[in-house]
T-cell receptor, first 114, second 113 residues
């Protein structure tokens, strides 16, 4: 099955700086890569996603890049703000049975210091 | 976001007891999923369902049972709860087979004593 590795596990940045979180995946059949943000005690919420036919996608201060050859994708947050502090999860979607399964990375605790 | 609801939000039970976690969605999404979230493991898929009466095992299905008699409901049952099943359980739904976003419920925090 799919294996998703996420780094770093913790990340602290100064407000206004950029943050980068990286993930690698193992199954070349994976073709959908969402990123979720989870605040303490809350549900994971989708913040951006990318499909394998696209190399980069941006949404305001958030961007995701995908390198299919190297099997890695990254989340970039620019001009970080204290409200960006949360746990971020990457995931990869692989075919399995009657649906495509999402396999999640183990998460990155991002702390934005004021 | 109120389109997918989980109940109860918190549950404490004892080992050996049966417990059922409920999940209800109002979006008419075909696909529904159950995950457990444990520190250091992220989210792990327990079971998923492509439609009513179609269910499949995920990564960690042992000790769990699911059913889907109606499209909008996807209950998860722990037939004989064990301490290792103490976790936060999230239900999610998706409009499409897998290349569409999954939307999560608020979760159920389950403690097994």
């Amino acid at each position: 099955g799919e294996n998703v590795e996420q780094h770093p596990s913790t990340l602290s940045v100064q407000e206004g700086d950029s943050a980068v979180i990286k993930c690698t995946y193992s199954d070349s059949a994976s073709n959908y890569f969402p990123w979720y943000k989870q605040e303490l005690g809350k549900r994971p919420q989708l913040i951006i996603d990318i499909r394998s036919n696209v190399g980069e996608k941006k949404d305001q201060r958030i961007a995701v890049t995908l390198n299919k050859t190297a099997k890695h994708f990254s989340l970039h947050i620019t001009e970080t703000q204290p409200e960006d502090s949360a746990v971020y999860f990457c995931a990869a979607s692989e075919p399995s049975g009657s649906a495509r399964q999402l396999t999640f990375g183990s998460g990155t605790q991002l702390t934005v210091l004021p | 976001d109120a389109g997918i609801t989980q109940s109860p939000r918190y549950k404490i039970t004892e080992t050996g007891r049966q417990v059922t976690l409920m999940c209800h969605q109002t979006w008419s999404h075909s696909y529904m999923f159950w995950y457990r979230q444990d520190l250091g493991h992220g989210l792990r898929l327990i079971y998923y369902s492509a439609a009513a009466d179609i269910t499949d095992k995920g990564e960690v299905p042992d000790g769990y049972v699911v059913s889907r008699s109606k499209t909008e409901n996807f209950p998860l049952t722990l037939e004989s709860a064990t301490r290792s099943q103490t976790s936060v359980y999230f239900c999610a739904s998706s409009r499409d087979r897998g290349n569409q976003p999954q939307h999560f419920g608020d979760g159920t925090r389950l403690s097994i004593l």
